[in-house]
């Protein structure tokens, strides 16, 4: 059973850019969560998808935008990038009968 | 709001000696309280969690944690540490007022295990 995955594992990108990150959950999970986390941090929640709907979010600027498909795969968006975006991005997911979430290893984005 | 303050952010223990990671909460509601570790450049494993069952909750690898209601706390113990728990572990609330399943971190506790 594979757990939660996430491409790419690596990524640079320039101030300005935009830049696309992907999770799968694991399987039998329909709710699909993406955490930022700074070095030195612990992870801050951005947003949740549930039924390809964005449930929750976080404390986040709307350059942050996700979308979850049919299949319940997400991916996260970040335009007009900064030098702050630089962080590791996690995803987690989960069902709705249970309250935990399970990680996937993260995207480490470096924006210079 | 919810919140958790993970009162350490460095612990270091002789290998083979009790392991305490102490973390206090705070909730409008009853909570869903979880530990997470999360091992150098790695994602975050779960480790525990308490959801309004028993009080003192066992997980893997050795660790246990007591919800006290009376003390806002959730302690994490572990009584002989090993080598391999050498990692960042954060204590985690989830407050199903607030959303569903949104999760708050601590600013986690980097666990040191001396030789």
């Known amino acids: 059973d594979a757990g939660v995955t996430q491409s790419p594992t690596h990524l640079i990108k320039t101030r300005g850019q935009q830049v696309t990150l992907r999770c799968s959950p694991k399987?039998?999970?329909?709710?699909v969560s993406w955490y930022q986390q700074a070095l030195g941090q612990g992870p801050q929640f951005i947003f949740q998808?549930?039924?390809?709907?964005?449930?929750q979010r976080g404390n986040f600027p709307d350059r942050f935008s996700g979308h979850q498909f049919p299949n319940y795969s997400s991916e996260l968006n970040v335009n007009a990038l900064l030098l702050g975006d630089s962080a590791l991005y996690l995803c987690?997911?989960?069902?709705?009968?249970?309250?935990?979430?399970?990680f996937g290893p993260g995207t480490r984005l470096t924006v210079t | 709001a919810q919140s958790v303050t993970q009162l350490d952010s460095h612990v270091s223990v002789s290998e083979g000696t009790p392991v305490l990671l102490r973390c206090n909460y705070s909730s409008s509601y009853s909570p869903s309280l979880f530990w997470y570790v999360q091992h150098p450049n790695k994602g975050l494993q779960l480790l525990l969690k308490y959801t309004s069952a028993a009080t003192l909750v066992k997980g893997i690898n050795g660790f246990e944690a007591e919800f006290k209601k009376s003390e806002t706390s959730f302690h994490l113990t572990k009584p002989s540490a090993h080598m391999s728990d050498a990692a960042e572990y954060f204590c985690v609330v989830s407050d199903p007022y607030f959303g569903n399943e949104k999760l708050t971190f601590g600013t986690g506790t980097r666990l040191t295990i001396i030789p």
């Open positions: 987690a997911s989960s069902t709705g009968v249970r309250v935990e979430q399970y």
């Open positions: 998808y549930y039924e390809e709907e964005e449930r």
């Open positions: 399987s039998g999970h329909d709710t």
